[in-house]
C-alpha cells in the first residue's frame, strides 16, 4: 500500500510539472528568466485589448501549472468575471484595484500594491481597474479560462468590423 501510494504521489508530482513547452520547463531542470528575457506579446483574445502577457512556466492553454505575467496598461479594465479553477495574483509592479461582485464598482474596490498577494477560489466574480501601468503574475492551474459575468464584456463576442 505504501508503494502504491508512493508512485501516485511522484505521479502527482509529474503531471504538475509535465505541461511544460520547453524543455527547460521540465521536472528537475533549473530555469531562471532575467526581467529582460520577457517577452510580453498580446495578451490571451479573452482579455480586453491593450494588455500583454509574458508566459514564464508551463502552458496556460494545457493542463498543468503555469506561471504568466501580465502587462496593463494606464487606464486598462478587466470586467466583472470569474475563472473554473482557483487564480493566484501578485503584484509586480504598479497598481491593481480590484473588487469583488458582479457589478464593477470603484467605490468598493482594494489598491493592492506592489508585492501585493491575492488568491481567488473558483466562482467567485470579480473585476480590477488599472490606473497605472501594472505588471501582475498569474499563477495557476491550466488551462485558464475567463468567463465574464455579462457575456457583451467578452471580447470573444464582439463582432469584427467589416473590412472594407
Not at 474596490?109 to 491575492?118: D, I, R, T
Amino acid at each position: 500500500m505504501r508503494r502504491a501510494l508512493a508512485i501516485i504521489a511522484a505521479a502527482t508530482v509529474a503531471a504538475l510539472f509535465s505541461a511544460s513547452p520547453t524543455a527547460a520547463d521540465q521536472v528537475g531542470t533549473h530555469k531562471v528568466l532575467m526581467p529582460d528575457d520577457l517577452r510580453f506579446t498580446a495578451a490571451p483574445a479573452s482579455l480586453p485589448a491593450g494588455a500583454e502577457a509574458a508566459v514564464l512556466f508551463g502552458d496556460p492553454t494545457k493542463e498543468g501549472l503555469f506561471v504568466m505575467r501580465l502587462k496593463a496598461p494606464q487606464g486598462y479594465r478587466i470586467p466583472p468575471h470569474m475563472h473554473p479553477k482557483a487564480e493566484v495574483v501578485s503584484v509586480v509592479s504598479g497598481r491593481m484595484r480590484l473588487g469583488l461582485g458582479a457589478a464593477a464598482d470603484r467605490a468598493s474596490v482594494e489598491e493592492l500594491p506592489p508585492g501585493a498577494f491575492s488568491i481567488m477560489p473558483p466562482g467567485v466574480a470579480h473585476y480590477a481597474f488599472f490606473d497605472q501601468e501594472t505588471v501582475i503574475q498569474i499563477d495557476g492551474m491550466g488551462p485558464w479560462a475567463i468567463d465574464y459575468v455579462n457575456p457583451k464584456d467578452d471580447p470573444r463576442n464582439q463582432i469584427a468590423p467589416v473590412q472594407r
